[in-house]
T-cell receptor, first 115, second 109 residues
């Protein structure tokens, strides 16, 4: 079983619909992130959370919201999806506290298509 | 602004050696990462450099020069399974990761 699990893996939806992407992890990490990846562009940070009570906007948070329901769960919502939100979305976790490199552990990705 | 530059695509031959370069301009520096990403899959960690010099890990090595804002990933004895995108990322002064767009490496027999 994957340490970082995303659901759904693939989703096709229509403009204006509300979409939720869910992420759960069994690594015990405090830090969780949501990224989107578009062809020809680097990974771009949408939101991140360093613990359950901490939520921070990334570089492209407009049109998105998140919820950190527990240490292990971090959900990304698109309140009203639009076609330019069509992308591959990744959830990731990390743990700097133990003095490691801060390596990110990624989920398998959620491919979202907005028609 | 912050910027990470790496070539868009490279081609190499199975069994050969390839060097993928990455140059960066960021507000501060707290380390540089290389990740490998196969098509349609999640990125996976390859290496981390925070001090100047070469870090070797099996067939893969990563080099860093902080004064030049430059890193490279060296892949030796290339195998077909090394066909993937290689992502360079820098941890800036706020401990935020800045990502390059990735280099797609194509391995030919």
């Amino acid at each position: 079983d994957a340490d970082v699990t995303q659901t759904p893996r693939n989703r096709i939806t229509k403009t204006g619909k509300r979409i939720m992407l869910e992420c759960s992890q069994t690594k015990g990490h405090d830090r969780m992130y949501w990224y989107r990846q578009d062809p020809g562009l680097g990974l771009r940070l949408i939101y991140y959370s360093f613990d359950v009570k901490d939520i921070n906007k990334g570089e492209i948070s407009d049109g998105y919201s998140v919820s950190r329901q527990a240490q292990a769960k971090f959900s990304l919502s698109l309140e009203s999806a639009i076609p330019n939100q069509t992308a591959l979305y990744f959830c990731a976790t990390s743990d700097l506290i133990q003095g490691d490199t801060g390596e990110l552990f990624f989920g398998e990705g959620s491919r979202l298509t907005v028609l | 602004g912050q910027n990470i530059d790496q070539p868009t695509e490279m081609t190499a031959t199975e069994g050969a050696i390839v060097q993928i370069n990455c140059t960066y301009q960021t507000s501060g520096f707290n380390g540089l990462f290389w990740y490998q990403q196969h098509a349609g899959e999640a990125p996976t960690f390859l290496s981390y450099n925070v001090l100047d010099g070469l870090e070797e890990k099996g067939r893969f090595s990563s080099f860093l020069s902080r004064s030049k804002g430059y890193s490279y990933l060296l892949l030796k004895e290339l195998q077909m399974k090394d066909s993937a995108s290689y992502l360079c990322a820098v941890l800036d002064s706020n401990y935020q990761l800045i990502w390059g767009a990735g280099t797609k490496l194509i391995i030919k027999p």
